[in-house]
C-alpha cells in the first residue's frame, strides 16, 4: 500500500464559498441556515434550508468550457468550482502530471429535474380536461424538450465535467450510495492510489436538493425538522430537541496524492488518509441498526487498515444528521468501537452549521477534518443546549476548542444501511 496524502482543499458550502471562509465560519460556529429564495416555499410545510448564496461558477472555469455551463446542473456547478479550488490550492500544474495517471471519484445522488424546464412539455401533453395524457407527451415532448436536457440529470455528470475540464484521463467514478456517498468517494480513490493504479485523484461529492418536489419527498419521509425555531438554531445534532435534518447543498473536493509524487513536487501537505471503511446494517431499508454494529463494523475496518488502535484516536467528525435515530445510533457505534475511550473522546458534527449535503456531506466534512488536523482546532456542534441521556459523549457543544489532532475519524452513513468511515492523520515525524 502507498502512502496517500491531501495537498489541496476546495470547497463550496452554505457558511462559505472556499476553505478559509469555510473553515473560519465553522470555528466560529455561524450557521449557514436560512429562508428558502431558490423557489417560493411559502406554502411549503418546510421553509428553511442551507443553500449557498451569492454563487458564481464562471470564474472556476476556463473560458473553453464555458459553453458546457448550459447543461451544467447546479450540483455540477458546485462540484466543478470545489474541483478548481482544490487544484489551485495543491499547486498543481496540469501540464506537468501525467494524464492517465491523474482520476476523478465523485459521490452524489438523485439530480432534481428543474419544473420550469419540463412545463412545456407536460402543459402540451394535458388533455381538454387538465389532464397528463401520455400519448401526447410522446407526441409533443421531444420538441418541447432541450435537446441535451438529459445530460443535466445524469449522476455521473459531475466527475464528467470535473475529468474533461481538467484533463484527467485516469479512473473515473460516481459513487450513489445516499448520505455516505462523499466519504465512499474518498476512500475508493484513496484505494486507487494506494494500490498504484492513479498517482493524483480528485475527490469528493457535489450535491443539491432543495427542489420543491425533493423538499416535499423528504418531509413525506419525516426526515426533516419541522421546528418552530429560528432557522440557524434548527439543526442540533444529538440534542435532546432534535427532531431531524435541514437539508443543505454544496461540493467538496480534495486533491489526494501519491507521497513521493506530492513530495517530489514540493506540494504543500494537510495530512494522510491512512484507512477506509465500508459496511451495511443489513437492517431496514429507512432506519440505522439502532445498536449501530454496522457503523462499528466501517469504523473497525478503517483504523484496521490504518494500523492505528482506537485508543491513538483523538477526535472524531461525527455525521451527526439531527435526527432522533441517527444521532443515538451513532453514539451507540462509537462506545462500540472505543469502549470507556468514548467518553473522552471528542466528536463534533459541522452539520448542526451547513445542514445535511447528502452525497456531498462526507467530503464537505473531510475538507473541516483536513482543516482540523492543520490548525489544531475542533469545530463545535453548534445549538447544543438540552442533553439527551442517550446520546451522553463529548459533542464539542457550541464553542470551537483548540486540541492537537493527530489521528481522527470521519463518519458518514447513509438511507437503506449504508456506512462509511475513513481515518486520517498528520505525517508521522512531519514526513
Known amino acids: 500500500m502507498r502512502r496517500v496524502v491531501v495537498t489541496g482543499l476546495g470547497v463550496v458550502a452554505p457558511n462559505g464559498i472556499g476553505k478559509e471562509a469555510f473553515w473560519k465560519a465553522c470555528v466560529e460556529g455561524r450557521s ?65 502530471i ?79 450510495t445516499a448520505c455516505a456517498a462523499g466519504t465512499q468517494a474518498i476512500g475508493e480513490a484513496f484505494r486507487l492510489i494506494a494500490l498504484g493504479h492513479a498517482d493524483v485523484m480528485l475527490a469528493g461529492g457535489a450535491d443539491s436538493r432543495i427542489d420543491p418536489l425533493l423538499l416535499l419527498a423528504y418531509n413525506a419521509l419525516g426526515a426533516l425538522s419541522r421546528a418552530q425555531r429560528q432557522p440557524e438554531e434548527v439543526s442540533r445534532p444529538f440534542d435532546l430537541q432534535r427532531d431531524g435534518f435541514v437539508l443543505g447543498e454544496g461540493a467538496g473536493v480534495l486533491v489526494l496524492e501519491e507521497y513521493h509524487h506530492a513530495r517530489q513536487r514540493g506540494a504543500p501537505v494537510y495530512c494522510e488518509v491512512t484507512g477506509y471503511g465500508s459496511s451495511f446494517d443489513a437492517y431496514s431499508i429507512t432506519k440505522p441498526d439502532p445498536l449501530g454494529h454496522g457503523a462499528a463494523r466501517a469504523i473497525r475496518w478503517a483504523l484496521q487498515e490504518a494500523r492505528v488502535d482506537f485508543r491513538d484516536v483523538d477526535y472524531i467528525n461525527a455525521h451527526g444528521t439531527s435526527t432522533r435515530l441517527n444521532d443515538e445510533m451513532e453514539t451507540n457505534a462509537v462506545k ?26 462526507g467530503a464537505v466534512e473531510a475538507v473541516a477534518l483536513a482543516l482540523t488536523l492543520r490548525d489544531g482546532v475542533l469545530p463545535p456542534t453548534i445549538n447544543y443546549e438540552y442533553p439527551d441521556p442517550a446520546c451522553d459523549l463529548d459533542y464539542v457543544p457550541n464553542v470551537a476548542r483548540e486540541q492537537k489532532v493527530r489521528v481522527a475519524v470521519s463518519n458518514s452513513f447513509g438511507f437503506g444501511g449504508q456506512n462509511a468511515a475513513i481515518v486520517m492523520a498528520t505525517l508521522r515525524n512531519g514526513q
Open 32 to 96: 449557514g441556515v436560512g429562508p428558502i429564495t431558490t423557489f417560493d416555499a411559502s406554502q411549503h410545510p418546510v421553509k428553511i434550508a442551507a443553500e449557498v448564496r451569492n454563487f458564481d461558477v464562471t470564474p472556476w472555469v476556463p473560458s473553453e468550457h464555458r459553453k458546457s455551463l448550459k447543461i451544467m446542473g447546479r450540483a455540477m456547478r458546485f462540484g466543478v468550482a470545489a474541483a478548481a479550488m482544490a487544484i489551485q490550492d495543491a499547486g498543481l500544474d496540469l501540464n506537468r
Open 98 to 176: 501525467n494524464p492517465e495517471r491523474f482520476g476523478v471519484c465523485m459521490g452524489t445522488g438523485i439530480v432534481p429535474t428543474e419544473l420550469p424546464e419540463i412545463s412545456p412539455a407536460l402543459v402540451q401533453a394535458c388533455d381538454e380536461a387538465g389532464r397528463l395524457d401520455v400519448t401526447r407527451l410522446g407526441q409533443c415532448g421531444s420538441t418541447a424538450l432541450f435537446p441535451l436536457w438529459i445530460l443535466k440529470y445524469l449522476p455521473n455528470m459531475a466527475a464528467a465535467h470535473i475529468s474533461i475540464m481538467f484533463h484527467a484521463q485516469g479512473p473515473n467514478s460516481t459513487v450513489t
Open 336 to 361: 462500540l468501537v472505543f469502549g470507556e475511550k468514548a467518553k473522552r473522546l471528542p466528536m463534533s458534527s459541522i452539520k448542526s452549521m451547513i445542514g445535511h449535503l447528502i452525497g456531498a456531506a
